[in-house]
């Protein structure tokens, strides 16, 4: 059974730096790999997708890596700013299954 | 203006009641997806439909009813039946195609039982 951890859980840095959000996953027979953001009280906004074929996808300051071989994804956000602060998700579409798998999220605060 | 869309945006019942959750979607995606989400939890898939006319449960559909009788619409109906309802409830649409599988989600209804 596929399982999907985020660490940390919670993560609180200055404006202005590079951060890693890690997202980890035990089956590595995926299709593709996708990070979300969310804000209190809202809905998921997806910030990038990943196929399996792939090594990694970019988005402005954003940029996720994928080793499908040891089960690891990273999303990193360059140049930090306060409205980076949200919730991120990942969420994986495995071979075994037709849906996807989320993790707990990454909850991100990025203060002036 | 394309995307997603879940009404009410708040929608409180009382005990006993059945309450239906309204999602719409003009993207044209064929799959459309019921998830809940709790405080320090992760997202709980309830019920999910790939085509129309028909629908699969998902991990927690106890309590919980749905129907797929347009592609645009996915209504999720709380019964009586659902022990614990308050939650914030998302919908989501997506493409599938040869396995891969991308979604994107509405704004949410957060469901209060008084």
């Known amino acids: 059974k596929q399982e999907v951890t985020q660490i940390p859980a919670a993560l609180s840095v200055p404006e202005g730096e590079n951060l890693v959000l890690n997202c980890s996953f035990t089956?590595?027979?995926?299709?593709?790999l996708q990070w979300f953001r969310q804000d209190p009280g809202k809905g998921l906004t997806s910030l990038l997708l990943?196929?399996?074929?792939?090594r990694e996808q970019t988005s402005g300051r954003l940029n996720a890596s994928l080793d499908k071989s040891s089960g690891r994804s990273t999303l990193y956000i360059a140049a930090s700013q306060p409205g980076d602060s949200a919730t991120y998700l990942c969420?994986?579409?495995?071979?075994?299954?037709?849906?996807?798998?989320f993790g707990t999220g990454t909850r991100l605060q990025v203060f002036p | 203006d394309g995307g997603i869309t879940q009404s009410p945006k708040y929608l409180f019942r009382k005990e006993g009641q059945n309450v239906t959750l309204s999602c719409e979607q003009n993207?044209?995606?064929?799959?459309m997806y019921w998830y809940r989400q709790d405080p320090g939890q992760g997202l709980r898939l309830i019920y999910y439909?790939?085509?129309?006319?028909?629908?699969q449960k998902g991990d927690i559909a106890e309590g919980y009813s749905v129907s797929r009788e347009k592609k645009e619409s996915f209504p999720l109906t709380v019964t009586s039946a659902q022990k614990n309802p308050t939650a914030f409830y998302l919908c989501?649409?997506?493409?599938?195609?040869?396995?891969?599988?991308?979604?994107?989600f509405g704004p949410g209804t957060r469901l209060t039982v008084l």
């Open positions: 089956d590595s027979a995926i299709y593709n």
């Open positions: 989501a649409s997506g493409m599938i195609a040869g396995g891969y599988n991308e979604q994107f």
């Open positions: 969420a994986v579409n495995g071979v075994s299954t037709d849906k996807l798998i």
């Open positions: 439909s790939q085509i129309v006319n028909d629908f």
């Open positions: 993207l044209n995606h064929d799959a």
């Open positions: 990943i196929q399996s074929s792939q």
